[in-house]
């Protein structure tokens, strides 16, 4: 149970996401461990699979506490995120109280809009008592529904209430740990932001990039993963429309250990060049030459570095 | 210790009011954020101290540089975090750079004028920023007041009273509706409930409509000088009026002056963009500005539908495959993409100039803007179906 509680400083907070096999830079853990700490929400932005959503995923587990997670459309309304009425039960209870001779009007409402038939979307759940302890909120892609939707995390997110109209109020105990993530489609308005605590999650360096895919991909070969970083690494300096993220490499590290690769060649690297790459364009800029200039570089680098 | 505490508070509210100065919205709250996270952090190092402050005051990406730029500056100056540290830092802090990194200008005049109010010996700072504005890449100011006030008026009036865009898509978002095609369960179910029960009033649901953003790409060099200032009124009627407009200027290089133009009054917010824009009335690059364009906002501003209007003479001198390439990747990414050409005031107006004619397969329509008239004709084709006349294939056609 003692390594369920909360972390007590920056160092624990590196080593309770190590645990998950999430390698943290040490900016990342001071600011999870101060929204932990002030019970403020953390508000997450970078470029898409630099691990963003998996924070809150390594939260719940090292931390044993339930994720809900909501993930974000453009339609997302209020009886898909927050609570929705179960309608066809409530029909069935209103025939049945007719039935049974009931006419007080008030009192059938009364029954009828009930806790009993609310059905409970992720927002209502977040805010209700757990017995392993608040749960981990997650609201993913905050940028793909509208301001709308934002104007309505101010409430939920400021004092961990929500208001039903037919309820009441409903109030968090304790207050739930909230993780709110974007890929910066959108400008999320400040408003939102100012109440939380803000991070950019950055492509990782080659250092931890490693140590991230041995982490994550334990069967790899010591040369194959130096390889695959430095090439990745050296893939970013390039001008490139989407690069990949961390997501990428560790795809791309696991695809080539599928096909028993045990050193980069310009062909394969060409052949699989689909993990990495996203665009079209990107792709084709990214031409036989090109991979065999950027094989050779990395190579030399790596035995420059032995 | 309450001693020290006291100084602690008195720092970071100096350093939240330089902040402020340097352009980083700090609200006070943030100040007592920051005394709070200070207080829970345990901070054993600089960069623990550093990255605590940067989880309370930064909000943006963008501001990350201007925040890293005040942070090494005024507790350089200050010594207070060495202080604080010293015990437990083993080496020493690395000294300044020589040359002044980017941003660093903008922190140097906000910490002099926050340090006005407590320290008097300010002049080494004044001298430095003086000498970081010849370091930069242009130039020259744009004069709005050479804009007589006759010619305000008029432009003001007439924007004023064009009747705005009211272009609308749909959104995936339901609201009640009389002809809605959709049940609305939980209004159907409230409305029956006054009956008792006993009659089901249907009530329904349709899609919501909403305005389309719109994002504006205005060309500012030198050809384009003398219509500039009638464009960026308008822009800024328009954004008065609608929520969602983003707005560029490229010349050389592209500048987003959105929150700038967004000020109530025009002249302030014309000010505050010629402000901000280093490269006024020089040349053209159309091609990198739209590939910067393309790389670093369109991800961000053309969601949901965006409209795109180009405002440029197109008078590219080095148009090759990379304009090509970039307005083709616009076009693509947009809805609708239209281009405002002053230069079609001229009837004999032909798709000679290269630019023009690498970039005219990749728009929806081309339009005149040179006059009041042009203006008011793109806000009704604003709220309306894209019009037959201003096809730009017909343009190509004509040239061959």
Redo the contacts between chains.
């Keep these: 149970m003692t390594d369920k509680t909360l972390p007590n ?2 160092d624990s907070t590196l080593d309770l996401l190590a645990k998950a096999d999430y390698i943290a830079d ?2 990342l853990a ?2 999870l ?3 932990l ?2 019970g ?1 929400p953390m ?1 997450v ?1 970078g470029e898409a699979g630099v691990g963003k959503t998996e924070i809150a995923k390594v939260l719940a587990t090292t931390l044993g506490r339930r994720l809900i997670r909501l993930q974000c ?3 997302l ?1 209020v ?1 898909a995120a927050v609570y ?2 179960n ?1 066809g039960a ?2 069935i209870a ?2 049945l109280a ?1 039935a049974e001779g009931e ?1 007080d ?1 008030a009192r ?2 009364h029954d ?1 809009f009930s806790d009993r038939f609310l059905i409970k979307r992720p927002l209502l759940q977040a805010l209700e008592p757990d017995p392993a302890g608040p749960p981990v909120l997650l609201i993913d892609e905050i ?1 793909r529904t ?3 939707f934002e104007a309505f995390l101010l409430e939920v997110l400021a004092d961990f209430q929500i208001t039903v109209p037919e309820l009441g109020t409903v109030k968090a105990a304790h207050p739930p740990i909230v993780v709110v993530t974007s890929n ?4 999320v308005h ?1 408003a939102l ?2 109440r ?5 999650v950055g492509y990782p360096n080659a250092e931890r990039e490693l140590k991230i895919l041995r982490a994550r991909v334990p069967g790899i070969a010591k040369k194959l993963s130096e390889q695959v970083v430095a090439f990745v690494q050296a893939l970013r300096k390039e001008d490139l ?1 989407k690069s990949p993220g961390v997501a990428e490499t560790l795809d791309w590290a696991s695809a080539l250990t599928e096909l028993d690769v045990v050193a980069l060649d310009p062909a394969t690297v060409s052949d699989t060049l689909g993990v990495l790459l996203k665009y079209q ?1 990107d792709i084709t800029r990214l031409d036989g030459t090109k991979v065999k200039a950027l094989l050779d570089e990395v190579r030399s680098e790596l035995r420059a570095a032995e | 210790m309450a001693a020290s505490e006291g100084r602690l508070a008195e720092n970071i509210l100096y350093f939240a009011r330089a902040l402020r100065a340097a352009g980083i ?1 700090v ?1 006070p ?2 100040v007592l ?1 920051a005394l ?2 200070l207080s ?3 901070v ?1 190092s600089r ?2 101290f550093y ?2 402050l ?3 005051f ?4 963008e501001h ?1 540089g201007l925040f890293d730029q005040a942070f090494r500056i005024f507790f350089r100056k200050r010594g207070y975090i060495e202080k604080m540290i010293a015990a437990m830092l083993p080496e020493t802090m690395p000294g300044e750079p020589k040359a002044p990194p980017p941003g660093a200008q903008r922190i140097q005049e906000a910490l002099f004028s926050g340090l006005n109010e407590r320290e008097q010996d300010k002049s080494d700072v004044e001298i430095d920023a003086r000498l970081t504005v010849s370091d930069q890449e242009l130039l020259r100011k744009k004069d709005f007041a050479q804009m007589t006030a006759a010619e305000i008026a008029a432009a003001k009036d007439a924007i004023a009273r064009l009747a705005l865009p009211l272009d609308v898509v749909r ?4 609201a009640p509706s009389r002809h809605g095609h959709l049940i609305d ?2 209004r159907t ?1 409230r409305a029956s ?1 006054k009956a ?2 006993a009659v089901i009033d249907l009530k329904y649901l349709g899609p919501r409509v ?1 305005e389309p953003p719109i994002v504006a790409l205005l060309d500012i060099s030198g050809s384009m000088s003398e219509y500039t200032r009638l464009f960026l009124h308008f822009l800024h009627a328009v954004t008065d009026a609608r ?1 969602r407009v983003t707005t560029f200027l490229f010349g050389t290089r592209l500048t987003n002056v959105t929150r700038a133009i967004r000020q109530r009054d025009p002249d302030e917010a014309l000010a505050a963009c010629s402000a901000n824009v280093a490269d006024w009335s020089g040349g053209t690059r159309i091609a990198s500005s739209l590939r910067a364009f ?2 670093q906002w369109a ?3 053309l ?2 539908g965006a409209v795109v209007l180009l405002i440029t003479d197109g008078l590219e001198r080095d148009a090759d495959d990379t304009l090509a ?1 970039e307005i083709d ?1 616009l076009h693509r990414s947009c809805r609708r993409l239209i281009w405002l050409n002053p230069l079609l005031r001229f009837h004999a107006f032909e798709a000679r100039a290269k630019g023009v004619q690498t970039m005219l397969p990749h728009v929806d329509e081309l339009r005149p803007i040179h006059n009041l008239e042009s203006m008011a004709e793109l806000v009704r084709a604003l709220s309306g179906a894209p019009a037959k006349g201003y096809d730009p294939k017909q343009m190509l056609k004509n040239v061959a």
């Excluded at chain 1, 910066?184 to 400008?187: K, Y």
């Excluded at chain 1, 939380?196 to 950019?200: E, R, T």
């Excluded at chain 2, 930064?58 to 990406?61: A, G, L, N, T, W």
């Design positions: 400083s920056i040490r900016s001071t600011v461990y101060l929204a700490r002030m403020r508000f932005e459309y453009e339609g309304d009886s929705e009425w309608y409530q029909m209103i025939r007719e006419g009007r059938i409402e009828v940028d509208d301001e709308a910066r489609t959108r400008e400040d932001k100012r939380c605590l803000y991070h950019w429309f364009d | 919205p609200g709250g943030a954020d709070e996270a829970v952090a345990h054993g960069d623990d990255w605590t940067h989880a309370v930064v909000k943006r990406h990350t959104t995936r978002r339901l369960i939980r179910l409930m008792g029960g909403k929520k393309n790389k991800r961000r501003v969601t949901q390439f990747r």
